[in-house]
Nanobody, 121 residues
């Protein structure tokens, strides 16, 4: 499997910005789509944004225009730039990566341990 390590979370005032990073450990697996999800207390985990290996992106309506997902394939790292943060963005943010064998056969998804983002009003 691949280990994913998130960083960059913290406490920020409403209207502020944070940049999350998620680095994947080296392995013999290929990484296809990478994404960010979040889970607020008492709520289900929800999609925030995804990005394919080719750079195609997808965003939840609630973050469109405020968040930007990007990735560095050479570093196996995905980023989430979060601007104009709102208190309702408060959650634990998780990154994930869809894994492929060298033959390009999908084998599953790895998840990071999560990083807390707290936005104060």
């Amino acid at each position: 499997q691949v280990q994913l390590v998130e960083s960059g979370g913290g406490l920020v005032q409403a209207g502020g910005s944070l940049r999350l990073s998620c680095a994947a450990s080296k392995s013999n697996f290929r990484i296809a789509t990478m994404g960010w999800y979040r889970q607020a207390p008492g709520k289900q985990r929800e999609l925030v944004a995804t990005i394919t290996s080719g750079g195609s992106t997808n965003y939840a309506d609630s973050v469109k225009g405020r968040f930007t997902i990007s990735r560095d394939n050479a570093k196996n790292t995905v980023y989430l730039q979060m601007n104009s943060l709102k208190p309702e963005d408060t959650a634990v943010y998780y990154c994930n990566a869809d894994l492929l064998l060298p033959t390009m056969r999908p084998i599953g998804t790895s998840w990071g341990q999560g990083t807390q983002v707290t936005v104060s009003s």
